[in-house]
């Protein structure tokens, strides 16, 4: 007859393992964890700690672009009200552009003779279209109250900024896109657009013409220059910008003191109080780690 020696009449349980497969273990329930389980836990492993110098400094692009767009707010206001006519818009078209060409030349270090002239011809092309399409933007929104068009011109201007690739992640050699996204495809053509319905409000041909053909010169070729100026040095980056604003904001005072003080409370706003805002929530960030989360694949090729 058998006995049990030690009196203990339960059998040995088994030690639990983790399996990643095979289903349950016998004894054990299918979510149970021993005291080995978070062992592995970590915490803020991938949480990025950010400088404030550095993200003023970054936030500089977004100043920078909202100096740009509002320097063609202003652009339009003064032709609008006949302060700017067809010859000083023609010349301030050919300034920019032979600018925006010597600033390439002088930062891209890639930038060929073939290509240089490969972009010539695309500009001679992309105006001659522009001019021969000029008397049809000139009429195009004829039966369009003005109140309606400065309300939808306003929102399309807000919806350029709010979608525009600050980063420019998209720009890849002068003058090429590597795969915008939906985000800048909207906002560049809410841009294009916008520039239509300021042309259509005014009275000649030429007219049309100079403000399209300066309208689409920022908005193609602007992103692309401050781009190139960027990488070639980050100071000179922060000198432009610095400049840009401080010209903007001299013209902008000079149209009306009260969108004075509206943009300069936008610029410290976005280089200032965001900054400090992303610093400060920082501190709130948890990440947990461990061994439940999904496990990373990782392979060794050799040869």
């Given at each position: 007859m058998d006995t049990n020696i030690s009196g203990d009449s339960s059998p040995t349980r088994p030690k639990w393992r983790k399996v990643a497969y095979g289903g349950m273990q016998p004894g054990f329930d299918d979510n149970h964890t021993d005291e080995t389980f978070l062992e592995d836990m970590v915490m803020n492993a991938n949480v990025v700690k950010r400088n404030i110098l550095k993200v003023m400094q970054d936030s500089v692009s977004i100043s920078q672009y909202l100096c740009i767009v509002s320097l063609v707010v202003l652009v339009w206001t003064y032709t609008l009200r006949s302060t700017l006519n067809e010859n000083s818009l023609l010349l301030l078209d050919i300034s920019l552009l032979g600018s925006g060409f010597l600033i390439l030349l002088l930062t891209e270090e890639m930038l060929s003779l073939n290509l240089l002239l490969h972009y010539v011809l695309n500009v001679s092309?992309?105006?001659?279209?522009?001019?021969?399409?000029?008397?049809?933007?000139?009429?195009?929104?004829?039966?369009?109250?003005?109140?309606?068009?400065?309300?939808?011109?306003?929102?399309?201007?807000?919806?350029?900024?709010?979608l525009h690739d600050y980063s420019g992640s998209t720009i890849r050699a002068p003058g090429a896109l590597k795969n915008p996204n939906l985000t800048s495809c909207i906002s560049l053509n809410a841009s294009i657009v916008a520039s239509v319905f300021i042309a259509s409000r005014l009275p000649s041909r030429l007219h049309v013409f100079a403000i399209m053909l300066f309208s689409l010169q920022v908005f193609l070729f602007a992103p692309l220059v401050t781009y190139c100026i960027k990488k070639y040095s980050f100071r000179l980056h922060l000198l432009f910008s610095f400049g840009l604003m401080a010209v903007t904001l001299a013209f902008v005072y000079s149209l009306h003191c009260l969108l004075f003080v509206l943009l300069v409370g936008m610029l410290v706003f976005v280089?200032?109080?965001?900054?400090?805002?992303?610093?400060?929530?920082?501190?709130?960030?948890?990440?947990?780690?461990?061994?439940w989360d999904e496990a990373k694949l990782c392979f060794d090729i050799t040869d």
């Open positions: 092309f992309f105006t001659t279209g522009l001019y021969v399409l000029a008397p049809i933007y000139q009429t195009l929104t004829r039966s369009i109250s003005s109140d309606s068009i400065w309300a939808v011109t306003v929102s399309l201007l807000l919806l350029h900024l709010f280089n200032v109080v965001c900054p400090y805002w992303l610093i400060r929530i920082q501190e709130y960030k948890f990440e947990i780690n461990g061994p």
